[in-house]
């Protein structure tokens, strides 16, 4: 028999899920980061002007929320290869248990990226971050939608990621400073 194929988002997935699945549920990894040190320059970005996308770093005593998808086992392949595709930016595989409010943890896969790949961008300052996303864009929409859906999706979740937020609230900024 099979283990379930369970996805974890902790990025766009948490709001754009372009796969059929079963079930849905907020959910959490340990010690994981969420971080805007990958570049973009397929979906969020274009070469020579990516854009940022999150990434997870190892951080103990940090918890990561995000979203769960349960998906049929007759569409695992098809939905892996999906996702391989649309993470092909720098991401690799990773598997990581997800914890629930009210269910046992599950194995889940999810996606990130190391400093060892080419679009890795590191950490830089929330004005330098917020700065490089409100002038990114690439086949996928806007870095600003990007990172302005993530914070919501997070504030729906009433999950409080200060990393997210802070950059959230200077592109804001930055977007009122251009709005007559």
Not at 11 to 32: M, N, Q, T, Y
Request: proline share 6%.
């Amino acid at each position: 028999m099979t283990a379930p194929l369970w996805i974890f988002g902790y990025g766009s997935l948490i709001w754009r899920a372009d796969f059929p699945f079963v079930e849905r549920r907020a959910g959490h990894i340990k010690h994981w980061a969420r971080r805007f040190w990958q570049g973009s320059a397929d979906h969020r970005g274009v070469p020579g002007a990516p854009g940022r996308v999150v990434t997870l770093t190892e951080s103990p005593g940090a918890d990561c929320m995000g979203m769960a998808y349960h998906v049929a086992p007759e569409l695992a392949d098809s939905v892996m290869a999906q996702l391989d595709y649309r993470e092909k930016g720098g991401y690799d595989r990773l598997n990581i248990e997800v914890h629930f409010a009210d269910l046992p943890p599950v194995m889940a896969i999810t996606y990130h990226a190391t400093a060892a790949n080419a679009h890795y961008l590191g950490a830089a300052s929330t004005r330098a971050i917020a700065n490089q996303v409100f002038t990114a864009a690439g086949p996928s929409g806007s870095n600003t939608e990007y990172v302005l859906e993530l914070d919501r999706a997070l504030q729906q979740l009433n999950h409080q990621d200060q990393h997210v937020a802070s950059i959230a609230a200077e592109v804001r900024r930055l977007q009122a400073a251009v709005t007559p």
